[in-house]
C-alpha cells in the first residue's frame, strides 16, 4: 500500500462499514476476486447487507460470537462454477462434503475449529478461490517451504500469483481512493461491473 493510500485509509471513518469493507475486501469489490471474508461487529451486520443490496453479492455468516461476525462474502455464480470443478469436486468429497456448496457444513468444521478446538478446515481456501494446487500444497507442506507468500502461501506458479497479487494491490489502491472522494459502495461495484480494473495511478 503506497503512503498516499495509507494516509487515505488513515483519513477514513476507521470503524465505518464502509472502511472495512473497501480494506478488507477490495479485489471482490473490484471483480478480480470472487469471494472475501469480511470480519466485523454484530452490530454492523444490517449495514452490511443494506451496502450489499443490489451489487450482486452474496454473503453467508461462517461463524459469530458476543464480539465479531465473520462473514464470506461472494459472487455467487462465479464461486459456484469454482467449487463444481470436477478436482475441486473430489477435494472436497474427500473432506466430506456431500455437495460441493454446503456453506452449512463448512460452517460447522470453521465453527469447530474457531470455538472446539478442532482441525482447521483446510478447504476454506477454496472457498475463498484459492488455486487448489495451493490449498494441497499448505496442507501436504503444514503451511512450510512455500516458494512466495503474499495473499496465501504460493506453492506452484510464482510468476502468475505475483501478478494477481498485485492485481489485488492496485483494486485495495483504487477501492480506497474512490471511497475518498465520496463514492458509495455501490457505485464502486457498478463502476467495476462496466470497467475492468486498470493500473492504479
Not at 108 to 120: D, I, Q, T, V
Amino acid at each position: 500500500m503506497s503512503t498516499e493510500i495509507l494516509k487515505m485509509v488513515q483519513s477514513l471513518e476507521q470503524n465505518s462499514v464502509c472502511t472495512q469493507l473497501a480494506v478488507q475486501c477490495a479485489p471482490l469489490l473490484a471483480g478480480v476476486k470472487m469471494s472475501n471474508l469480511l470480519i466485523i461487529a454484530p452490530k454492523e451486520l444490517v449495514q452490511i447487507h443494506r451496502q450489499l443490496r443490489g451489487t450482486g453479492i452474496s454473503s453467508v455468516i461462517l461463524a459469530a460470537d458476543k464480539d465479531k461476525v465473520t462473514l464470506l462474502l461472494y459472487r455467487a455464480e462465479e464461486l459456484s462454477a469454482y467449487l463444481q470443478s470436477e478436482l475441486i469436486q473430489k477435494f472436497l468429497k474427500s473432506m466430506g462434503y456431500g455437495n460441493p456448496e454446503d456453506f452449512k457444513y463448512f460452517r460447522k468444521r470453521y465453527e469447530a475449529y474457531l470455538y472446539l478446538g478442532g482441525e482447521f478446515p483446510h478447504e476454506m481456501g477454496l472457498f475463498l478461490g484459492y488455486p487448489l494446487e495451493n490449498v494441497v500444497g499448505f496442507m501436504e507442506n503444514e503451511g512450510r517451504n512455500y516458494l512466495y507468500t503474499g495473499y496465501w502461501k504460493v506453492y506452484a506458479d510464482v510468476p502468475a500469483k505475483i501478478s494477481l497479487f498485485t492485481l489485488y494491490e492496485q483494486a485495495l489502491e483504487q477501492v480506497i481512493s474512490f471511497l475518498s472522494c465520496g463514492k458509495s459502495i455501490d457505485w464502486i461495484v457498478a463502476y467495476y461491473h462496466h470497467n475492468r480494473l486498470t493500473s492504479a495511478c
